[in-house]
DNA sequence: AGAAATCATTTGTCTGACATTTAAAAGTCT
DNA sequence: AGACTTTTAAATGTCAGACAAATGATTTCT
């Protein structure tokens, strides 16, 4: 692990490259614990606090995780999926909301991506999974509920049918499409959107499911592509005709 | 932005988490400076070193960017696709070298995502994505070419394929799948991998992209899936054989 | 032997200072 | 007046040293 002096780049950016190297190429492994930082800034010549800003940037991506105490320090972690999850979660709803992706296009990505799980879950859902997506049917049915938990009961019953296929690649990769989703679905919710015909929607594809008819599933998940999408156009066109 | 005494948490934690909440809000729009470090450390009640430590964690993620001078400070950073691929890369490579995903389930999800695009790509995809498809195929029929060589040409055949479908969400999203999948598929190359087979399939792909046969390009990929399963399966038997 | 007190190590935080970069302001010359 | 140079001020980058707080190991006392 070394820095380069000549280098223009900042100190701890340099660093925590060094490091993040380190553990990319397998010098360094999962647990293992990185020498203090005092030992570290002894190492690379700096000050305590430039490699504790280094430590940090690396604190945030999940890479090492720090203990205080006797026998603590700064360990690497290992990346569960639970913490990229969030990290996808929170990259994608930034991504969507800073770039004016058009609502078409992030829906048409979503629904492709959810469409290539729908076969594996008929095939492979849990039935504990299936009830998930049962009884998120059921509470999208209740009255009174309001339109955010409506659009979180959605989610869940999306993330169900994902988590159906039993792929936890599949489920992390999905998590952004399904949960950054959610802001933008918000956008239209506000308006007379019709829950039954989604809830109607959700039982053919929970039927599908059930009756492991992968096809039958992918073609509940085309039609509300459709519908969402000309919910959508609805709304932009209620806009702009204002 | 405030942050709670009472929590135990680090401050540099606290404080990192009130910024990025105010940026995800919209409190904080895109290109807003944010207050110079010793605005924030006097709004917070902490000491610059612990500020910079909460900006550094922010910077790690691309929320903000700095720049030293008179009209410098800290400003959001818009989110581009680009960042948001190569955190994606990261963060996929790591998951799968640090949790021992075994090779059928980063195989099946990466090709079920790929096959979601396939239809899309077939219908959209421009002259010079289709170019750099054959070009890459030309590539890899070249004699000579060393195994990483093939990998990494292999890689950029399916991102160009990728990116035909037209859609940055999706080819954000594919990234990790399609780019994390290359270590492992070096895992691989090293056996008696018969080049010709894979070039044909890629070829039966190109064809069917050009074409606009969305159906024939996601039987070409089923087809590779399988011949790489099939490779992989064999290589497992030979090593558990010797 | 077991419980309590002490100790050493390590991260978390603070204070204050200086270095470096950068844009804007001030000054100078033509 | 206008263009160029110099100065200045503001901001981040880096450093040094210190103390606080947590935590496991060691020692001491009963």
Same sequence: chains 1, 2.
Avoid: W
């Avoid at 010098?27 to 990185?34: S, Y």
């Amino acid at each position: 692990m070394q820095i380069d002096p000549s280098s223009s780049a900042d100190l701890s950016v340099q660093i925590a490259q060094a490091i993040k190297d380190a553990i990319i190429s397998g010098d360094l492994i999962v647990d293992e614990r990185l020498p203090s930082e005092a030992e570290l800034s002894d190492h690379f010549r700096v000050s305590r606090p430039t490699v504790r800003e280094a430590l940090k940037r690396l604190a945030a991506q999940s890479l090492i995780r720090t203990q205080r105490g006797a026998s603590g320090g700064a360990f690497v972690n290992r990346l569960s999926f639970e913490d990229a999850y969030a990290q996808q979660v929170t990259t994608s709803t930034l991504l969507l909301s800073m770039n004016e992706v058009s609502f078409d296009t992030a829906c048409e990505a979503r629904y492709a991506l959810e469409r290539a799980c729908a076969p594996l879950s008929a095939e492979r859902r849990s039935a504990d999974q299936l009830a998930t997506m049962r009884a998120e049917i059921f509470r999208q049915g209740q009255p009174g509920l309001t339109d955010v938990a409506f659009c979180a009961s959605d989610v869940a019953f999306h993330r169900a049918l994902v988590d159906g296929a039993g792929n936890p690649v599949l489920s992390y990769q999905l998590a952004g499409a399904v949960e950054a989703m959610q802001p933008l679905m918000n956008m239209i919710t506000f308006t007379a959107r019709d829950r039954a015909v989604i809830t109607g929607l959700h039982t053919r594809i929970a039927d599908a499911i059930e009756a492991g008819d992968g096809g039958a599933a992918v073609a509940g998940l085309q039609d509300l592509e459709d519908e969402t999408r000309k919910l959508a156009s609805d709304v932009f066109a209620a806009r702009s005709g204002r």
